[in-house]
C-alpha cells in the first residue's frame, strides 16, 4: 500500500521540507495500520483528521487563506472536481 501523502523532490530538499516528509511519513504510517487492521472506519478516521485539522487551525493567524489552501488540497488528494 503507499503512502497517504506522497512529497516528489530533488534530493536537495530543503531541511524545512525534509522535516514535513518525516512528519506526513510518521502521520501515514499511522492511518495506514489503523486502516489495514480494519479496527477503525474510514469515515469515522477522516472526521478526526478533521477535526485535529480545525482545532489546530483554531490557533492561527489568517485561517481563512489557509483554509482556502487546505480546501484545494483535499479535494486535489481525494479527486473532487
Excluded: Y
Excluded at 472506519?41 to 483554509?67: C, E, I
Amino acid at each position: 500500500m503507499g503512502q497517504v501523502i506522497q512529497f516528489p523532490g530533488p534530493k536537495n530538499t530543503p531541511r524545512g521540507a525534509e522535516r514535513l516528509m518525516q512528519i506526513a511519513d510518521e502521520i501515514d504510517t499511522i492511518i495506514l495500520r489503523h486502516l489495514t487492521e480494519g479496527d477503525i472506519d474510514p469515515r469515522d478516521l477522516a472526521g478526526l483528521l478533521a477535526h485535529r485539522l480545525g482545532n489546530f487551525m483554531r490557533h492561527l493567524d489568517h485561517r481563512s487563506l489557509l483554509w482556502d489552501v487546505c480546501e484545494k488540497v483535499l479535494k486535489t488528494q481525494a479527486a473532487i472536481d
